[in-house]
């Protein structure tokens, strides 16, 4: 069965960094992708950051040149360093992994992570 599990949020003043930690486990073989995304309250989740097996990476306009995603493909294992964080940051921080097999894709989501921005 594949874990998922993030850590690093916090509670940071505006202008801040936090840095973002997230490991999958349990049996991957071809992990497709892993990535960031999050939820603020009211609001539906959202992409914030992806890195492919394929080397590509995409951020979310809002985050770019601030956040930057890492990943370590023979330990499964991605990272999100935050930078000049804002307010409107604040939410809780998915990580979400891809993985394919001969069945199609499957989709694995860790349990969150809290990231609040003070002004």
């Known amino acids: 069965q594949v874990q998922v599990v993030e850590s690093g949020g916090g509670l940071v003043q505006a202008g801040g960094s936090l840095r973002l930690s997230c490991v999958a486990s349990?049996?991957?073989?071809?992990?497709?992708?892993m990535g960031w995304y999050r939820q603020a309250p009211g609001k539906q989740r959202e992409l914030v950051a992806v890195?492919?097996?394929?080397?590509?990476?995409e951020y979310a306009d809002t985050v770019k040149a601030r956040f930057t995603i890492s990943r370590n493909s023979a330990k499964n294992t991605v990272a999100l360093q935050m930078d000049s964080l804002k307010p409107e940051d604040t939410a809780v921080y998915y990580c979400?992994?891809?993985?394919?097999?001969?069945?199609?894709?499957?989709?694995?989501w860790g349990q969150g992570t809290q990231v609040t921005v003070s002004s």
């Open positions: 979400k992994v891809v993985t394919v097999a001969s069945s199609g894709l499957s989709t694995y």
């Open positions: 349990g049996g991957i073989f071809n992990l497709l992708s």
């Open positions: 890195s492919t097996s394929a080397g590509h990476t």
